[in-house]
Nanobody, 119 residues
């Protein structure tokens, strides 16, 4: 079993930056990838970014060049650096821990952290 907990959300002005963190616990050795999804009010949850334990990563087109996913050396904490934030980035951001090697399509979800981009 793997558990993940997000942190780092908040209110930021357009053009600003935020760094989200996701801490994994439990059977960390079973994690194949960790990633981020987000859900805006009235919209479906959407993929943001995913990084495998080998270091490979992929991003949604909407965040490419602005968001960067990374992990610490222990691979138990993952980060999402968000730059040049836009109002449309406002959403609850969820971390996921993938133990099945699905490229973050399926995994354990955290409780989410709110990101609000507004002036």
């Amino acid at each position: 079993q793997v558990q993940v907990v997000e942190s780092g959300g908040g209110l930021v002005q357009p053009g600003g930056s935020l760094r989200l963190s996701c801490s994994a616990s439990g059977d960390i050795s079973s994690i194949k990838a960790m990633g981020w999804y987000r859900q805006a009010p009235g919209k479906a949850r959407e993929f943001v970014a995913c990084m495998t334990i080998s270091g490979g990563s992929n991003y949604a087109d909407s965040v490419k060049g602005r968001f960067t996913i990374s992990a610490d050396n222990s691979k138990s904490t993952e980060f999402l650096q968000m730059n040049s934030l836009k109002p449309e980035d406002t959403a609850v951001y969820y971390c996921t821990g993938d133990t099945r090697g699905t490229g973050c399509q399926f995994g354990t979800w955290g409780q989410g952290t709110q990101v609000t981009v507004s002036s």
